[in-house]
């Protein structure tokens, strides 16, 4: 992050030859805001680019806060006076793809779209055809997995099973999962009520194994605390 000083030392150059990437923008942490550091919003006035520097580490399950995301994005377009771009700083990818389409898109808009109603077409778009299991299956997911409120990957993105080996920090705070898995696994079953109408279709293929993926990252949370709980007991078989 560039110091208040370093950004002073620019003096008259600091706003054609300075661009600060606020890599927290997506969440409700931006920089852009703080007023402590910079003397200023906006970086003490230097121009900046709205940024989500999403998926820590490459952590591959569904995240990011939707509605966060686009209200975070059209309250920079008005409010801002020194944007100059939209972009993002992933550590990972392939993967999540709504959270990449929804964040895109705002390039264009200006205004953050109701989330419950954009993700209906956006399912049609990406399935070619929808029913009302599929609706009732995503609308579980923008309560669960698309509502908790981080919108980067970390939090909620418990890795459990591709993390190192080891029995301590995997229980509580940081690797606690933050909504109802059960919601998920509901989800889960409405687009499989489905499979013989899409299963031809990559784009449902794909939604439905990362949902599965998630739930079964999700189920080793629970399974790692019993087992961590159990290695200090002298009863353990």
């Known amino acids: 992050n560039p110091t208040k000083a370093e950004l002073d030392g620019m003096n008259a150059y600091t706003l054609s030859n300075v661009i600060v990437i606020d890599l927290s923008s997506a969440r409700d942490t931006?920089?852009?805001?703080?007023?402590?550091?910079?003397?200023?919003k906006e970086f003490g006035t230097t121009n900046w680019i709205f940024s989500s520097l999403d998926n820590f580490g490459g952590r591959p399950l569904m995240h990011g806060a939707l509605q966060t995301v686009v209200d975070n994005i059209a309250d920079a377009k008005k409010n801002a006076n020194h944007l100059v771009g939209i972009g993002m700083t992933p550590e990972g990818t392939q993967n999540n793809p709504?959270?990449?389409d929804l964040y895109w898109e705002m390039v264009w808009r200006n205004e953050a779209p109701d989330v419950d109603e954009w993700i209906?077409?956006?399912v049609f778009?990406?399935?070619?055809?929808?029913?009302?299991?599929v609706k009732h299956a995503w609308e579980k997911l923008l309560v669960s997995v698309?509502?908790?409120?981080?919108?980067?990957?970390t939090s909620g993105n418990y890795m459990i099973?591709?993390?190192?080996?080891?029995?301590?920090?995997?229980?509580?705070?940081y690797y606690e999962v933050q909504y109802d898995n059960g919601t998920l696994l509901q989800a889960i079953d409405d687009m499989m009520l489905e499979f013989d109408l899409f299963k031809d279709n990559e784009c449902y293929i794909?939604?439905?194994?990362?949902?599965?993926?998630?739930?079964?990252?999700?189920?080793a949370q629970n399974y790692i605390?019993?087992?961590?709980?159990?290695?200090g007991s002298p009863n353990i078989y």
């Open 146 to 153: 698309y509502a908790y409120p981080n919108t980067n990957g």
């Open 125 to 133: 778009r990406r399935y070619g055809g929808t029913s009302d299991n």
């Open 98 to 100: 709504v959270y990449y």
């Open 161 to 173: 099973i591709s993390n190192k080996p080891r029995f301590d920090s995997y229980i509580g705070g």
């Open 30 to 40: 931006s920089k852009w805001k703080n007023t402590s550091t910079y003397g200023s």
């Open 225 to 231: 605390k019993t087992i961590i709980t159990m290695s």
């Open 206 to 219: 794909y939604d439905l194994v990362e949902m599965m993926q998630t739930y079964l990252y999700n189920k």
């Open 120 to 122: 209906l077409d956006y």
